[in-house]
């Protein structure tokens, strides 16, 4: 039934997210560079951001639905033009 299939899908979906916040920290801990991180559902974007803020503290964007269209554009420019955002999570 529905009900079964989703919770399955939701068991699936968390490994895959713990596994996808584990890379990300590699990434950040080996200094890869600056790095586009997309991710489709708000709650990847929760953990992700969860991550990135243990990690980076404040050095990173995020730009979501939520994300008022007048402030990205600020957004991108300081991720294109400061070397210290590392991550613009999309």
């Known amino acids: 039934d529905n009900r079964k299939v989703r ?3 939701a068991v699936v979906a968390d490994v895959k997210l713990a596994s996808c916040c584990e ?3 590699e990434l950040i801990t ?4 600056k790095f ?3 991710a489709h559902h ?3 974007l929760d953990s992700l951001q ?3 803020e243990k990690c980076l503290q404040d050095r990173f964007i995020r730009i979501d639905g ?3 269209q007048q402030k990205r554009p600020d957004l991108v420019y300081r991720f294109q033009q400061d070397s210290t955002c590392h991550v613009a999570l999309l």
């Open 7 to 9: 919770e399955t899908l």
């Open 23 to 25: 890379y990300v920290k």
């Open 30 to 33: 080996n200094g890869c560079g």
């Open 36 to 38: 586009l991180l997309f």
């Open 42 to 44: 708000r709650r990847v």
């Open 50 to 52: 969860t991550v990135l």
């Open 66 to 68: 939520s994300t008022p």
